[in-house]
């Protein structure tokens, strides 16, 4: 995970620079809508090292403004549903945790074509390209049985943080979305995308697994609380199995690495033209206009 953010650090860098770069400015407007459908998977605490481990339904819609051949701008909200658990990664297997959430992704981004590329025409009709950008994100993990696991005491930072000893952590957060795809022209306003995107994240609640597991004490009749089946579903801190009940800071997960989330897609989507001069024939390059 730290060469993915030495990757998205380059990638922001080779789109500033490619902007002194960019050959063609038109006096029209270009705007395309579309709508994609893909894989999403969740990479952390849960699965730290398999890409696409138990991938997931995902689709969004965009609104993508093209300043020249090179330069493209999108607006894109993305529903990604993400899900992990120790059993199908094996990274950890004793602790026995899983979790689900959607997460509702808003991105602006900036794209930059390798090739010369505009949509509707023969000539320049492929392109691979290169993304970054920022996202606002929203998410709620939850437990197989549909508990919000937010709502739960299941770490050690809920005991030492807030006046009731059970603060939540935000279930908002921002993200850094960068990554590569192909661009593909297949008429005059219809265009392709494949796309790979992987997210940063701010947080490193995605998964409701952070630092150490909470302490507890059992009642008189030696019943463990509610929350333990969703914290420690395996009895790592259980006496009887154990004996390391009582004993703060025993590892649940590791509270200095982020979460990270990926989206393989592909869209489809329509193309716009829209004159900046009052006279729609005035001044507008025949790019835009013309499929050939």
Same mark, same amino acid.
């Given at each position: ?14 789109? %500033?620079?490619?902007? =002194? ?5 038109? *006096? ?11 894989l999403s998977y969740y990479m952390g605490d849960i699965n730290p090292n398999i890409p696409f481990n138990q991938s997931k339904l995902g689709f969004g819609a965009s609104a993508r403004y093209y300043? #020249? ?5 999108? %607006? ?5 549903? %993400? ?6 990664? !094996?990274?950890? @297997?004793?602790r026995g945790l899983s979790f689900h959430t959607n997460v509702h992704d808003i991105a602006l981004i900036a794209e930059f074509n390798f090739f010369d590329y505009f949509t509707g025409s023969k ?20 437990? *197989?049985?549909?508990? *919000?696991?937010?709502?739960? %005491?299941?770490?050690?930072? =809920? ?10 952590? &935000? ?6 979305? =960068? ?22 994240? =701010? ?10 597991? @909470?302490?507890?004490? @059992? ?24 004996? &390391?009940?009582?004993? $703060?800071?025993?590892?649940?997960? #590791?509270?200095?690495? $982020? ?11 329509? $193309?716009?033209?829209?004159? !900046? ?7 507008? *390059?025949? $790019? ?5």
């Amino acid at each position: 995970m730290k060469n993915c953010k030495k990757v998205w650090f380059v990638a922001l860098i080779i789109l %500033l620079l490619g902007q =002194f770069f960019a050959p063609f400015k038109s *006096d029209a407007q270009v705007i395309e809508v579309g709508a994609s459908v893909g894989l999403s998977y969740y990479m952390g605490d849960i699965n730290p090292n398999i890409p696409f481990n138990q991938s997931k339904l995902g689709f969004g819609a965009s609104a993508r403004y093209y300043d #020249n051949t090179r330069w493209a701008f999108r %607006l894109a909200y993305s529903n990604l549903q %993400l899900e992990g658990s120790d059993e199908a990664s !094996k990274y950890r @297997p004793e602790r026995g945790l899983s979790f689900h959430t959607n997460v509702h992704d808003i991105a602006l981004i900036a794209e930059f074509n390798f090739f010369d590329y505009f949509t509707g025409s023969k000539r320049n009709y492929i392109t691979p390209y290169i993304f970054g950008g920022v996202s606002y994100i929203s998410f709620n993990p939850k437990a *197989d049985d549909g508990t *919000d696991l937010c709502d739960v %005491l299941t770490d050690v930072d =809920f005991e030492v943080a807030g006046s009731d000893g059970k603060s939540k952590y &935000s279930r908002t957060s921002a993200s850094i979305p =960068f990554g590569v795809g192909m661009k593909y022209s297949i008429s005059e306003h219809i265009g392709l995308t494949l796309e790979w995107r992987m997210d940063y994240a =701010f947080t490193d609640w995605l998964d409701d697994c952070h630092a150490y597991y @909470p302490t507890y004490e @059992p009642d008189e009749e030696g019943n463990v609380p509610s929350y333990v089946q969703y914290s420690d579903p395996t009895g790592i801190t259980d006496p009887n199995n154990t004996g &390391s009940n009582g004993q $703060k800071y025993i590892q649940r997960g #590791n509270k200095h690495n $982020k979460d990270w989330y990926g989206y393989l897609n592909l869209s489809i989507s329509y $193309k716009f033209v829209l004159p !900046k001069n009052k006279d729609c024939n005035v001044g507008a *390059d025949k $790019k835009y206009y013309k499929y050939y």
